[in-house]
């Protein structure tokens, strides 16, 4: 069965700092999405990763993809407050979701 | 462009009860999802629809959970009869194929809370 670790689990940064959020599962899959939740709000599409090495960027996010060692990434570059949010990934044609990286973004 | 709808958004049930939720998609979207999502948790799938033909019900607890999108296009969530630990938000999402290439579009959910 595919499972889906996020980590870390939670993390709180001070505005203008650099973080990465990581995503291993434990089967092949050749597709990874990455999403943002808001408290009590739906779940907010950010990436759809594709590809072995597929690279992503939007704003202050960017997704990588390593099919090989099953890994994807989402790197923050110089945080804002409004970045805080939960955000999951999730693998696969049955969309395992990982527990979430609840983030915090602190001035 | 409308998005994913739900109803109702909120609801409060004691437990042996039954509840059902519904779904309005994207126009033109041929896959819909239901997700349970207990709270701290990530979202789980339940059930897949392509069109209105199912295409994954893996994981849902088909003793009690039940679904169906007539005509393919809204969708229903039936549960009978409710346990406590059917607390949770519930789901939908559409998108335009069911290649797990398209984007996925989450509907505000429907929390409901089983006493």
């Known amino acids: 069965e595919l499972k889906v670790e996020q980590n870390p689990l939670f993390l709180s940064m001070q505005e203008g700092k650099n973080y990465t959020i990581y995503c291993n599962y434990s089967?092949?899959?050749?597709?990874l999405y990455w999403y943002r939740q808001d408290p009590g709000k739906s779940l907010e599409s950010l990436f759809v990763l594709l590809s072995n090495g597929a690279v992503k960027q939007e704003g202050r996010l960017m997704a990588s993809l390593d099919t090989k060692a099953r890994l994807s990434t989402l790197h923050i570059t110089a945080a804002v407050h409004d970045l805080s949010a939960t955000y999951f990934c999730a693998v696969g044609n049955d969309m395992r979701f990982g527990a979430g990286t609840r983030l915090t973004v602190k001035p | 462009e409308a998005g994913v709808a739900q109803s109702p958004r909120y609801k409060i049930i004691e437990k042996r009860q039954s509840v059902a939720f519904w779904c309005n998609p994207i126009s033109g979207h041929a896959t819909l999802y239901w997700y349970q999502q207990i709270l701290g948790q990530g979202p789980k799938l339940l059930i897949q629809f392509q069109n209105n033909g199912v295409v994954d019900d893996s994981q849902l607890p088909k003793d009690r959970f039940s679904a169906e999108r007539l005509k393919g296009v809204d969708s229903t969530l039936k549960i009978q009869p409710a346990k406590l630990e059917d607390s949770a938000v519930y789901l939908c999402?559409?998108?335009?194929?069911?290649?797990?290439?398209?984007?996925?579009?989450f509907g505000p959910g429907t929390r409901l809370t089983v006493t």
């Open positions: 089967t092949t899959s050749d597709r």
């Open positions: 999402a559409s998108s335009l194929t069911g290649t797990g290439v398209a984007e996925q579009y």
